[in-house]
Nanobody
Framework: QVDLVESGGGLVTPGVSLRLSCANS????????IGWFRQAPGKEREGVAC????????YYPDSMKGRFTISRDDAGSTVYLQMNSLEPEDTAVYYC???????????????????WGKGTLVTVSS
C-alpha cells in the first residue's frame, strides 16, 4: 500500500530555503516515479518537479527551473524537494505523488499520478 506523507512545510520569510520530504509509510519509493505538485489558494494544482523510477531522470516545468531541485535518497525511501530563494508566490500546499508506471516528461500533470499525500503547507511571507 502506498501511503505518502509530506513534511517540512512551514512559515518562512522571502529569500530563504526550505526542504520538503516525501516518504511512504509502507515500503520504499524506489520503484516509483515521484512528482511534487503545489496548489495555491484559488488556483489549480500544478507540477513543480518530477523524478523518474529506475533511472532517476528529473523534469522541471520551465517556470520552476533554477530554484527547485528534486532528489531521492540513496536508500530510495525518501524523495526531497529543495526550494531556494522562496518568494511569496511560492505559497501553496505542496503535495507529493507517486506512480509505478509513469516516466517524467513535459506533460507532467496530476492525472499521471495514482497515489497522493495529504500535502504540507508552505507560507512565504514577511
Amino acid at each position: 500500500q502506498v501511503d505518502l506523507v509530506e513534511s517540512g512545510g512551514g512559515l518562512v520569510t522571502p529569500g530563504v530555503s526550505l526542504r520538503l520530504s516525501c516518504a511512504n509509510s509502507g515500503f520504499d519509493l524506489d520503484g516509483y516515479t515521484i512528482g511534487w505538485f503545489r496548489q495555491a489558494p484559488g488556483k489549480e494544482r500544478e507540477g513543480v518537479a518530477c523524478i523518474s523510477r529506475m533511472h532517476d531522470g528529473t523534469y522541471y516545468p520551465d517556470s520552476m527551473k533554477g530554484r527547485f531541485t528534486i532528489s531521492r535518497d540513496d536508500a530510495g525511501s525518501t524523495v526531497y524537494l529543495q526550494m531556494n530563494s522562496l518568494e511569496p508566490e511560492d505559497t501553496a500546499v505542496y503535495y507529493c505523488a507517486a506512480d509505478k508506471l509513469y516516466f517524467c516528461n513535459k506533460y507532467l500533470s496530476t492525472v499521471a499520478m495514482d497515489y497522493w499525500g495529504k500535502g504540507t503547507l508552505v507560507t512565504v511571507s514577511s
